[in-house]
């Protein structure tokens, strides 16, 4: 039980403070938003925002007594988001929890906390990933944003992804204050990290833009930005893609260079991409973006088949779309191609999720129109992903976050000894966390450790193409299917993959081209209440992983 778990009573202080100071909104500094540009299992960064451009800093340690210190670095903006102040704690304990404050002597934050992550190539790593929680009625975001936030955030994931359609004109400083004022509710507690979508540039590019002035990401090594970067998460690995910045003239290819560089050097078990805009997605009835709409196919598909990208997360759509394992745009099994997710389903109480269908869709398995969050938990090497349904429709403005539904399962075989390292003495029992960085690990299938074997796949029938009954389990009907591999070329070693879909929209899809239609463009206050479950939850979400 989520609130019998020890608490720190320092974050109850945070919400009577904020209670007693509800006069003065604007208090500074507010906004504290957690995310990372080096290692996050041994920095963190901090972003807030400061009516005032003097000296301030970030304090942090094992205790609220902190004991280490750093200067911030400012960025004038302007109105209600005035001064971004920005610091970076370094030095930290992988998988530790720690206590900040930003500010200075006249005016310091609450005491906030926050976990490093893991450093163990098989410890567990709980992953959400949502898009398109931009407003569609009115500007800013969506208006019960911080309530799918905080609900997603009670399952107690390490990190949270937004891909993009942030707020409705990026342009406008303003509609970002409103924003930020829904997502600190929890980006102050775990790093939440937004990804450019094409409501969200402006009102120049790269650190000219208000995106990047307001939020601190790792910086490529091509052109120093912070538009298109990638960064390691326990044993994943995670790229980062943008398609309306540094386009190259409309070829891409600065950062397809860049990608292609990426993925060959990392050492990851596991690899993701993400960005804004879908390769793979079957528009409703002429309602939505097109699939690969401005032409990136061509330019990144060969890059994740040849690097074997796990899965590729997009949003754009305002739905949820699970297709197959593809590889050259066809079926493969999954231990040979890379599944594509689309995921816009972040604009909790808006009108504009569209219902869709559970028709014939070229090589997808699953779809819902429903408001959601998708979630992937990763320990060694097994990935389960989840479907989070909020509910809602076209017309109805969303209901409460349903139990996670999984929707996939992937399973890598690695070599006995890849979560432990042996030590002087002869001993091989040791600790995950201190597994040995040289240990042989299976990629590509050319391990000589990694055992060639049977790849099974299940296709579980009858889930329901709208989300309907997804919160009770996983369909009511299973169809199973065996296929046979060696593992080998681009394999990670044997994988057993497990996708639930409808049966009808499974593998026995005809093979051809990817559907795709005419496509459409458009696009406060924090209730006491909701700060209050927060301050109590937040500590007991944050040490889960240590008591599990």
Known sequence: MLFGRPLFFSAVLVVIINLVSAASLWATPRWVRLSFEGDPSTTMSVTWNDDSQAVLFVQWGLTPSYGNETTSKVVAMGGDLEYVHSARMDGLTPDTVYHYRVGNTDKWSPDYTFATAPAGKCDPIKIQIFGDSRAQIGAGSAMRYQDLLMSGFSLGPDLMINTGDIVHKGEEAPQWSEDLAKETTVATFIPLLNIIGNHDD????GDE??????????????????????????NAHFAVLSPYTFKSDGTFQMQAEWLDKDLAETDKLWKFVLLHMP????????????????????????IF???????????????????????????????????YVTAGGGALGEIGMLNVPDVACQYRTQTSGSFHITQMTITGGELV????????????????MKPPVEHMRITKSLPPDYCFEAVEDGDTEADAE????????????DDENAPEGDVETVTDGDLGGEGEGEGEGEGEGEGEGEGEGEGEGESDGDVNGHIDGDAESSNN??????????????GAGIPALLLLLVAVSVPAIIRRRREE
Do not use: W
Request: glycine share 14%; with cysteine.
């Open 202 to 205: 402006g009102p120049g590019e």
């Open 209 to 234: 833009a208000n995106f990047n002035k307001l939020f601190t990401y790792p910086r490529n090594p091509v052109n120093d930005m912070e538009d298109f970067y990638s960064f390691d998460y326990g």
């Open 279 to 302: 390769f793979y997605t079957c528009p409703v009835f002429g309602l939505g973006h097109d699939a690969d709409e401005d032409g990136l196919g061509p330019v990144f598909i060969p």
């Open 305 to 339: 088949d040849r690097h074997h990208v796990d899965i590729v997360f997009s949003g754009h759509n305002h739905y949820y779309e699970l297709f197959q394992p593809l590889k050259g745009g066809q079926p493969v099994p999954i231990e040979e191609g890379t599944v």
């Open 385 to 400: 992903f989840e479907f989070i349904d909020f509910g809602g429709s076209v017309i109805l403005p969303g209901e409460n």
């Open 434 to 445: 201190t597994a040995d960085a040289d240990s042989e690990i299976v990629s590509d299938g």
């Open 509 to 522: 899809k005809p093979v051809g081209d990817m559907g795709s239609s005419g496509g459409c463009s458009s």
